[in-house]
Structures are given as C-alpha cells and as structure tokens.
C-alpha cells in the first residue's frame, strides 16, 4: 500500500487521436450519429463501450478524462462534472432519498456545509455534524436511516486527517457508504485503496491546477457509476452537471504533471511550515511533527510526494490576519484569494461558515481562532526568498520579531 504510486498508473493510460495524434482529439459534438435505429435502442437499455449517445450523458472526451482520474484513484469507474459542487450533489442525491440521514464531518469544506445545513433538509435529508476524529461519536450518530459517512480526507482549514480505513470499518459494519473528498490531497491519499467507497473531487484545485476552470469527478464501482449515468434515473445524467469537452481536454493534460506540481507544493509548504514553527508562529501543517494528524498522515500516506500543499497559520485575531494577507499581497508572495492548488500562493481567510456547528469552547481548544489563515503554497522556484518576504509581513504585523 506504502509504494503505491498513482502517476505511474496515469503514466501507463495510454490514449490516442483519430490520426495517431499524442493528445485525443477533443470532441466538438453533442449529439451522435448511428448506422441503425436499433443500436440506438440498444444504448437506451444498456452502455454499449465505444458508443455515444448524447454528450451530457457521454462524451468521448470526457471519457478520457474519467478513465484517467480513475487510475489516479485506482477506482473501477469515474465520471466528471462540471464543478465539484455537481459531484457531491450528484453522489449525496444518488444514495439519499427523502427520510435518510447522513453523518458528516463538521469540518468540511463552505459549499458542501452549506448544501448539507441548507439545502438537504429541502428534500427530507437530514445531515448530523459530528466530530469525524471521534470514532465512538461517528458510530453513535449512525440510525437505520443513515445512508453514508461524509468527510475530507485532509480537511478544512487545520487540515485534520481523516482515519479513513477505521471509518471504513465503521461503514461496512453497518452497511453504508464511506464517500470522501480527496481534494486536498490527490495522489498523496488514495481512499478507495483505504477502504472509501466513493471519492469526490473538486479539480479546479490541485489537479487542474492553473485556475482557469471549475470541474469535479466521482471514482467509484462501475456499479454506482452506472447509476449516477443511468438515463432514467441517474442524478449526474439528470440533474446535468456536464462538463465541457474542450475543458476535459486541457485537464487531462495538467493531470499528467499533477506528482510534479504536488512535490514541489509539498517541499514548499514543509520548508514554510518549519521555518514559521522555527518563528515562534501557530502553524497547522501535517507535515510537522506537532501536527495532531501527523503520524496518521504517514501511515496512510502514498510515499514520495510529500504532506501536502496546505497549510494555515493562526495571527491571532480578524485584524493581524488581515493585516498579514495585505502585507502578503503587496509582497508578491501571492494573491488574496479563495480557492487552492494554483502554481502561484493564495491565502485567504476561513471564516466561520464551515465550523459554526463548533461551540466556541472546543473551536478554541481546537485552535480555530478568528485569526487563522489559510495558505496553499505555489511552486515557488526560491522559497527562502518567499519565506524572508513572509517574515517581513509577519513582522510588520506583529505576529513574530
Ligand atoms: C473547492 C472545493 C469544493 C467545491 O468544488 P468546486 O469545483 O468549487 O465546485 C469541494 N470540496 C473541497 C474540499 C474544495 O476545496
């Protein structure tokens, strides 16, 4: 499990254009011709491999894009979606109907909260937000009615890391779904091989990783991804979160330098994390040792590609933390923006909205502080000079000498 390496299986998926071309063509189409009615027939039934019926249920450029997330994933099946907002939504209608509950981490990321607080509870779905680190509390919030445990494999903003072959364990003891956002963490965390169900993604994060689109993906079983594409019943294929082909295309090409971006963000966000811990700073990187999820972070982990991108810093209070994204900004060290896994640093401020279920007592024992904020580290060629720049801002604002 240790030496399982996700790039090399991407490496080895081999696909190629209608003239030998090195990238496949992108399909320009959303309908698609037959030579007969009857095989037309046949694909209302039944997916027929290598046959296109209508573009929001399949294209071929998005098949592309699937199969190879899947191989990231080592999943027997993947779609792509639109956002990753449409994956979730898609996954969470798919397997909940009116009357079911889910258990889902109560760190989880704003859009996702929000759907789960606000707009569930429209249909008759009610979502219980537990602590996910605190198994007998995941267990004890489980009824008859409960469909699926939800949470992120690293989450939101102190980056705690999911146990996700003992939640796994809790949801085949009971017969449901373990599904798992493993945006913040592709390739470095492989869910499905840890014993998840279904993994979602946002790749407008890290795995597109140039901030020019928003697309999500589902790795699962063929099973469940036949349903979520079922013509007659299938929450992607009806609720039509359909990704553009063109943007499948230019994906497809940053996931196959997606192990190099992920090194280099790693490397960077170690050397930031242990030079600001070294500054007397608050830090939450799971790369340090202090890190609560540090040790099973390791033991989970794919090896080779580091801790990860992220990592928050607590200033202390709203007006530092503004002070230091300000000073940051003017820097050059990066944008003051949301959003993650860009090749240049953002940082942004988390805010409340995805930890009100957190009585204040705990979010301070935890460390979410109104202070904190959030950084995904960009591929800085010279990340002491972004450190000195960091510093100054740090200093200017007070947080360190
Ligand atoms: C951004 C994000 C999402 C939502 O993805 P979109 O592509 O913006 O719809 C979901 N989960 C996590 C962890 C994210 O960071």
Redesign the pocket.
Known sequence: MHHYDPSSEIQDYLVFGEYGDVNPSITDSSTYTFLNPQTMNELFEQEIEGCFLYSRHWNPTNKYLADALSKLEDSEAAIVTS??????SCVVLQLCNSGDEIVSSRT??G??YALFKNFLPKFGIKVKFVNTQDLSAVKKAITKKTKLIYC?SVS?PLLEVADIPRLSEIANSNGIKLVV?N??SPIIISPIRLGAHIV??????FINGTSDC???CVCSTKEFISQLTDINSGASMLLGPVLDSFRAASIMKNLHSLHIRIKKHSENALYLAENFHKLGCKVFYPGLKSHKGHKLLKKIMNKGFGYGGMLAIDAGTTEQANKVMENMQHEKVGYLAV??GYFKTLFSSPGHSTSSEIPEEERKAMGLSDGLVRISIGLDNDIKRTFKRIKKCFIQAGLCK
Not at 200 to 205: G, M
């Open positions: 956002s990753g907002m449409g994956a979730i989880i990321y859009g996702t992120e939101n956002d945006t913040f979602v993604h946002s790749l407008t994060k928003v697309a999500g959003s993650l």
